[in-house]
């Protein structure tokens, strides 16, 4: 076995089971739990996952990345109680100053990563509620000073934290890359179930993921 071998991880098929989902194609419904649903779909040209997490008329959006309109057309009915971001990289942040307008919604970050439009600060340990849901808010630094991870029951949304086949793209920075790997540390404390929804891609789960954490740490990527 090759040592490029040795480093890989198995990828998800790209099918419905790991909520797969294109630019400008269909949006992926995870299935309801009570009266909670999520909501998942592609915007623009660098494939960003957004996600509307909905409960009791109310929505909470997850990265305003873009295509405006695309996700005003997703959350159409509903009242956003906030935009929340999992940090600031300019493909994730293009569409906010058009949702703000159209919303009049707060836009709640981490402030260790400044945003293009006003932002409350949010962080470790905070809690944030849409209708009946409960949503956990863990800052994940690495990828970006400011980087949070979002965790509603057993569903983790990960940002450009965690991906199937190993943590966020650090630019080869290695104290980055420990920071990225302490904050994986803690996610993979949560259990083997967990539902993990990236920035891009395909979802995945702790446990399929958690046999290589130690190969990621090893490469050193």
Not at 59 to 82: K, M, N, Q, S, Y
Request: charge should be negative; aromatic fraction near 6%.
């Amino acid at each position: 076995m090759t040592r490029s071998e040795k480093q890989a991880t198995p990828h998800p098929p790209a099918t419905a089971e790991f909520g797969y989902v294109k630019p400008r194609g269909p949006a992926h419904r995870y299935p309801p739990a009570a009266d909670v649903s999520v909501v998942k779909f592609s915007v623009g040209p660098y494939d960003n996952n957004v996600y509307v997490i909905r409960s009791d008329g109310q929505a909470l959006v997850i990265d305003g990345a873009a295509e405006p309109d695309r996700i005003l057309t997703e959350v159409d009915g509903l009242d956003v109680t906030a935009i929340v971001q999992t940090h600031n990289h300019p493909d994730h942040v293009a569409a906010l100053p058009r949702l703000v307008e159209a919303l009049g919604c707060p836009v709640l970050a981490h402030p260790g990563d400044p945003m293009p439009v006003r932002a409350d600060a949010l962080g470790e340990g905070d809690r944030l509620t849409v209708g009946s849901a409960e949503v956990a808010v863990m800052h994940t630094p690495g990828h970006t000073p400011g980087s949070l991870c979002f965790l509603l029951g057993d569903h983790l949304f990960t940002g450009d934290t965690l991906f199937p086949g190993g943590p966020g793209n650090t630019d080869g920075d290695r104290s980055a890359f420990e920071t990225i790997m302490r904050s994986l540390d803690r996610l993979f404390e949560l259990p083997d179930p967990t539902r993990v929804s990236p920035g891009h891609g395909l979802d995945t789960t702790l446990g399929r993921e958690r046999p290589y954490l130690e190969v990621w740490r090893a490469r050193g990527w």
